[in-house]
């Protein structure tokens, strides 16, 4: 085939549609927006027809990308001039109240009630992003499991803007004087939302291409510390899963102080996952995977073993069993709860792999460095217990202390 008519057969149009006109243009217009072409032809079925159907045609190179638009149409949608206005109206109105809200309940409490009823019914999980590579290959990875599960995703944004009873002075050189901080907090919100739209149009490129499953997802812009409005939305909408992304151990030990991630898990009541920038997708479906479970050798562990099990039910783990404790004196007790346990677990969870670690017992991270170097582990799972806060400032939890040291994926599961 030469040049010439390798070009007239990637051009060959292929018809994937058939409407009304009004239907077909809807489609033709949706298909502009996301990057396809379309034409529409009047599709002469029979001559007793008074208004002939319309064939939506597309290029034969586009129709992978065109079906995945057409049976996901949930995800891309388009709205009319009305539907737009209306949007835009409701928009309006929600900032006039919003502006009349206190500062606190402003950050998730404007649309509280609406999201509770829409998702009260439905899996979600949670994906808290900063538009940064990290937060994308969590995302990616949460789309995943969210196809699995048959479960909704929300991007959650949050953002700190100054105060709108301030005022915000910029040098002379700027060119602005003056400028009132409404003005600057209307600007960085405007600024927010314009980058959270271009992080969904590349999930949906995405989407479009096969690389992310399609699953339904929607996005939410909010004013507020992260850490604050994660915990605050979870608590009113109460994900099956927080997915959040992690920077690599190199870098968050400049950045101990602060992170969102470990105020997340040291303070919030879903179950978290945490994705390292190192992690590779997709991941393999073949081969065994090495697990870390820190146990607790109570009735918690058990609960913490059917939460794996629900979320990764047919994952092929071998899942090493660690006590993460220090009851001292009690070196054969401890012996005999571990034998315990794991006989529980190879009856309850025949789909996993499971053996027992013993470790030297010099320190959480000690431990965890000397399993490393015997048996490399690819994921940590650990009970993770709520503590007030200044007990966290002084002793924070394993999850807080391992999250700065590993970069490996780890499940949190509040107990």
């Known amino acids: 085939m030469n040049d010439k008519e390798r070009a007239q057969e990637s051009a060959r149009k292929v018809t994937v549609a058939l409407h009304t006109r009004d239907h077909a243009d809807r489609l033709r217009r949706l298909l502009k927006h996301e990057g396809v072409s379309a034409d529409l032809v009047a599709a002469r079925l029979s001559h007793k027809l008074t208004d002939h159907p319309i064939e939506v045609r597309v290029n034969e190179d586009d129709i992978p990308a065109v079906l995945r638009i057409i049976e996901n149409i949930e995800i891309f949608p388009l709205y009319d001039e009305a539907t737009e206005a209306d949007i835009t109206e409701d928009r309006e109105e929600n900032d006039s109240v919003e502006r009349q809200m206190s500062r606190t309940t402003r950050r998730v ?20 992003v900063d538009f940064s590579e990290y937060s994308f290959t969590a995302a990616r990875l949460a789309f995943d499991m969210a ?5 909704s995703i929300v991007l959650l944004y949050a953002y700190v803007a100054p105060s709108r009873t301030d005022s915000f002075s910029i040098t002379p050189d700027s060119g602005f004087l003056d400028i009132g901080a409404e003005e600057v907090a209307m600007e960085i919100d405007k600024v927010a939302k314009r980058k959270m739209e271009d992080f969904s149009e590349r999930i949906k490129e995405y989407i479009k291409t096969g690389v992310i499953p399609a699953v339904k997802f929607t ?14 939305y979870a608590r009113n909408v109460s994900p099956m899963l927080i997915v ?9 030990e400049s950045d101990m102080i602060g992170s969102v991630t470990a105020e997340v898990l040291d ?11 190192s ?36 994952s092929p783990f071998h899942i090493n069993l660690v006590y993460a404790g220090r009851k001292k004196g009690r070196a054969e007790g401890n012996d005999r709860e571990m034998e315990m346990l794991l ?3 190879k009856v309850h969870y025949p789909g ?14 000690e431990d965890f460095e000397k399993m490393q170097q015997e048996r490399p582990m690819e994921m940590i799972i650990i009970p993770n217990k709520r503590k007030n806060a200044l007990a966290r400032l002084f002793n924070p939890g394993l999850a807080h202390r391992l999250l700065f040291h590993c970069d490996i994926p780890m499940l949190a599961v509040p107990v």
């Open 109 to 128: 409490g404007l649309r509280r009630k609406t999201v509770i009823n829409r998702r009260s019914q439905e899996k979600t999980i949670l994906v808290p």
């Open 147 to 151: 196809s699995g599960h048959g479960a």
């Open 219 to 232: 996005t939410e812009v909010y004013e507020g510390l992260a850490e604050e409005v994660i915990l605050e």
């Open 244 to 252: 959040m992304g992690t920077r690599g151990a190199d870098k968050k």
């Open 267 to 277: 303070s919030c009541r879903s179950v978290a996952f945490t994705v390292p920038e």
């Open 279 to 314: 992690m590779r997708l997709p991941i393999p479906k073949e081969g065994m995977r090495q697990v870390a479970f820190f146990a607790n050798l109570d009735n918690d562990d058990f609960s913490v073993l059917d939460k794996v099990h629900e979320l990764f039910p047919t």
């Open 343 to 345: 006989d529980y677990c």
């Open 352 to 365: 996993y792999m499971f053996d027992a670690k013993t470790v030297s017992g010099v320190g959480d991270i």
